[in-house]
């Protein structure tokens, strides 16, 4: 229940690429040949990418691994997306609304290329981190290098889940619930619903039962 909702890097990509592409159209650029370093299995990616553009007047569409070593108009392209993310990273990580004082610790400290394996990067992370909130937004939480800091560095806590918050309920991309109705005999022969640990373990007690004390 408590448990973030996972997006997966291909689906972020393949998204992308074709909100570009979308958007190139929309300007009216009369788009004709698509060339794409592959992100996942190509063929895939290359059908998934014809059976959205190719009605729409693009005649070509390549997708494969190393393009931009292949295509000229892929290796431009990659060094152009680098310079915009190494950019947007500094920007980024220049001031955080979330944690003034934290983004003023780390406004001397040079931020890397943003990639756990970079050790200014891993510097920059253990002077960002908040012992309770951990990292702002930005970061990507699910990076193994993170997960150690938060183990080692971090504030635990334990939270109560409600009983009948089990994960297995929850199915498909939607966070849809699967919740089983009640039959009519239940609504009369019900069990005495029991409290929520968060409440028992503390003592507290329902306002009906304070003459018992």
């Known amino acids: 229940m408590l448990r973030r909702n996972k997006v997966n890097l291909n689906r972020i990509s393949h998204d992308t690429a074709i909100g570009l592409i979308e958007h190139a159209l929309s300007e009216g650029i009369n788009i004709k040949e698509v060339y794409v370093d592959t992100v996942g299995d190509p063929d895939r990616y290359q059908s998934k990418l014809s059976s959205i553009f190719k009605r729409r007047g693009v ?18 392209a990659s060094i152009c997306a680098k310079v915009v993310r190494d950019r947007l990273v500094q920007e980024e990580v220049s001031y955080y609304p979330e944690a003034e004082s934290v983004a003023s610790k780390c406004r001397s400290i040079k931020v ?8 200014q990067t891993v510097e920059w992370m253990e002077k960002a981190m908040d012992p309770v909130f951990l990292f702002p937004r930005q970061i990507r939480f699910s990076w193994s290098t993170i997960e150690e800091m938060e183990k080692k560095r971090a504030i635990e806590f334990d939270w109560h889940e409600d009983p009948d918050g089990n994960d297995e309920n929850v199915s498909g991309g ?10 009519l005999q239940s609504m009369f022969n019900a069990a005495k619903r029991p409290r929520r640990k968060v409440f028992t ?6 306002e009906d039962d304070r003459e018992e004390l």
């Open 59 to 76: 005649d070509t569409i390549v997708v494969c691994k190393k393009a931009d070593a292949i295509y000229p108009i892929c290796s431009a």
């Open 112 to 119: 890397g290329s943003g990639y756990p394996g970079d050790a």
């Open 174 to 183: 939607n966070n849809s619930r699967r919740l089983s109705q009640p039959t």
């Open 201 to 206: 373990s503390r003592g507290l007690i329902i």
